[in-house]
């Protein structure tokens, strides 16, 4: 049986796309005991309200229609943000070259989180160009990679 999120994907990913945006990520997750499924888009030039409303307005029906998820739950879209989480291979794809920060379970060298130039991706590892060079972190030691947005 298919998750929750690869389902939500398959129905919601066409009507994204026809709204001129790509779906980023699904999320399905039980927050303070309510259950909310969240869809992550992105655009050239920036998601605005007017295109998660448009999104959220589209895809609700097929969602109430195909009824992939028992219970309730709160439905939202929003913009994948600028400093969105890199999850699955192509986000690491589309990202090579960009500055991320890579947050970890357990400190390396006194640290938890390392901000670097993205170099390479591969089976859940991931390497950055740092201040103090190159730098490759294991997938079991990874606990969150993001877009570093600078202030």
Not at 18 to 23: A, F, K, V
Not at 29 to 43: F, P, Q, S, T
Not at 83 to 111: M, T
Request: proline content about 4%; aromatic content about 8%; charged content about 25%.
């Amino acid at each position: 049986m298919a998750k929750v999120t690869e389902v939500v994907q398959a129905l919601a990913q066409p009507i994204v796309e026809e709204n001129g945006c790509t779906l980023w990520d699904v999320e399905y997750v039980k927050e303070a005991g309510v259950w909310y499924l969240r869809l992550y888009i992105d655009k050239a030039g920036g998601v605005s309200i007017d295109d998660c409303v448009a999104i959220d307005h589209a895809v609700d029906p097929v969602l109430d229609a195909a009824d992939p998820i028992p219970g309730s739950y709160t439905f939202e879209v929003s913009s994948a943000g600028a400093d969105r989480a890199l999850k699955k291979p192509e986000h690491f794809a589309a990202c090579l070259g960009s500055e991320v920060e890579v947050r970890l379970y357990r400190a390396e060298e006194g640290r938890k989180e390392w901000v670097g130039t993205l170099t390479a991706y591969a089976d859940g590892d991931v390497s950055i160009s740092a201040p103090a060079g190159e730098k490759t972190f294991l997938k079991k030691d990874i606990a969150q990679v993001r877009l570093y947005v600078r202030v």
